[in-house]
């Protein structure tokens, strides 16, 4: 065997390198990103009424044959009012076509472009008529009074508010908590319509506790305001 050692020849083996990138294209870069459903809800909106003073036309029924809606004639224009169905026949007997009425409600534009009155009340011959749920077990309550506190979750969001002197705390939906917390300072004058809810059986309450109220509609400041 040969003792000489050879010199091996190293080549140096090149990486090739990466292909320039091609430029972004601008046009779909600045793009507005496509809206998502679940994450980009619009924010809720607290609607604040307006009263709508004429006279009561014809009553209109849903596909079912209910009435859900009237038409009332004012001194601007002729609108077309809903209400929901299960008020109807208080409504009809307490407002015939023809009868001056003031609604209480806000403009509402439909999806396809259609555009009512939402009813949140009614005042006929100085009778006030406002739509309660349909479930029985709900008990109608009127309050008024003086803003004792705001009530806020533990996370800081307002949640409910307890008048001077009344037990029960009147409660909002979550998502209108921030706009109505605007309005319900200490010391401001509410009056309200609410709802109880009643004792499901098979439940027992607490002694010294009341069931909380949920409020429907609110007055404050000399403005009305849906609360749904």
Do not use: W
Request: net charge neutral; proline share 11%.
């Amino acid at each position: 065997m040969s003792s000489e050692i050879k010199n091996l020849e190293v080549k140096e083996v090149k990486t090739p390198k990466p292909a320039p990138k091609a430029p972004a294209d601008k046009s779909e870069k600045d793009k507005p990103k496509k809206p998502d459903p679940k994450h980009d809800k619009p924010k809720a909106k607290l609607h604040q009424l307006t009263p709508y003073a004429g006279t009561v036309g014809e009553f209109g029924a849903n596909p079912d044959g209910i009435y859900d809606l009237f038409t009332l004639a004012t001194a601007e224009a002729l609108h077309t009012v809903k209400f929901p169905p299960h008020v109807g026949q208080a409504l009809h007997e307490a407002a015939q076509p023809g009868t001056a009425v003031t609604v209480l409600g806000y403009l509402h534009t439909t999806p396809k472009g259609d555009e009512h009155l939402h009813l949140a009340s009614l005042e006929v011959a100085g009778q006030h008529l406002q739509p309660q749920p349909a479930s029985p077990a709900a008990e109608p309550v009127a309050v008024q009074g003086e803003v004792a506190e705001l009530l806020r979750d533990p996370k800081g969001h307002p949640r409910a508010l307890r008048l001077t002197g009344e037990a029960s705390e009147l409660r909002f939906p979550p998502h209108l908590g921030e706009q109505l917390a605007t309005f319900l300072t200490p010391g401001a004058a509410v009056e309200a319509s609410a709802t109880r809810r009643a004792d499901r059986p098979g439940e027992l309450r607490a002694p010294g506790t009341t069931a909380p109220l949920h409020l429907e509609l609110l007055t404050v400041g000399g403005e009305s305001f849906l609360i749904k």
